[in-house]
């Protein structure tokens, strides 16, 4: 779910920003038309849905990890590893901040 979650995200967000183009050269013609939402808000909304997806993908792996671990001592590593995983998601959406344009 929390991929689908993430794939959902990154297209919004990439829905939200496509007539957003930085000015290479000064020309005479007009200006773009202005995005349908600020840059800022497509950022917000994008680094909120992977927030969401991390807390889904860790709170499952989380719980399923601890289960694991009382019955098997040796799947701790493993499970905190796969935790991790999850945790990654919230990476990949400041990483997206950073990248989109102003």
Do not use: C, H
């Not at 289960?67 to 935790?83: C, D, G, S, Y």
């Amino acid at each position: 779910m929390s991929v689908k979650l993430l794939i959902f995200g990154a297209l919004f967000v990439a829905f939200l920003t496509v007539g957003v183009s930085p000015a290479l050269a000064i020309d005479a013609s007009p200006a773009p038309p202005a995005p349908i939402i600020p840059n800022s808000l497509a950022k917000a909304i994008g680094f909120g849905l992977a927030a969401v997806g991390a807390g889904y993908a860790i709170g499952n792996a989380g719980a399923a990890g601890l289960a694991a671990a009382a019955e098997k001592p040796e799947m701790r590593t493993l499970a905190i590893i796969i935790t991790a995983l999850g945790e990654a998601l919230a990476i990949y959406g400041i990483v997206l901040l950073f990248i989109l344009p102003n």
